[in-house]
Nanobody, 125 residues
Framework: QVKLAESGGGSEQVGGSLRLACTAS????????MAWFREVTGKNRTRVAQ???????DYADSVKGRFAISRDNSKSAFYLQMNSLQSDDTGTYYC???????????????????WGQGTQVTVFS
């Protein structure tokens, strides 16, 4: 069973940068789609970035040009570099992975084989 753990959250001022990391234990995730999600209190969890096994990436419109997702298969880890942070980036960030499909959330439910416990990101002005 794969377990994921996020790190790198914290507080940063508007315009600053943070880098989140997600490390996997239990099994190497070379064939998994990996993704980052953000959850804000009172709102559904939404996907902000994903990366396929071959390296193809996709981003939510709100973070395009500012966030970058990457993976290091040798370390069973993936990352989210967040630049030009905005107040709306505040939330709890979750990493997720699945070898069959890219994790997603729909109608208040989230799907994916493995999820981390979340790390808080707070952007202040």
């Amino acid at each position: 069973q794969v377990k994921l753990a996020e790190s790198g959250g914290g507080s940063e001022q508007v315009g600053g940068s943070l880098r989140l990391a997600c490390t996997a234990s239990g099994r190497v995730l070379t064939t998994a789609c990996m993704a980052w999600f953000r959850e804000v209190t009172g709102k559904n969890r939404t996907r902000v970035a994903q990366i396929l096994p071959g390296g193809k990436t996709d981003y939510a419109d709100s973070v395009k040009g500012r966030f970058a997702i990457s993976r290091d298969n040798s370390k069973s880890a993936f990352y989210l570099q967040m630049n030009s942070l905005q107040s709306d980036d505040t939330g709890t960030y979750y990493c997720a992975a699945d070898a069959t499909f890219c994790p997603y959330c729909k109608s208040g439910r989230c799907y994916g084989a493995a999820w981390g416990q979340g790390t808080q990101v707070t952007v202040f002005s």
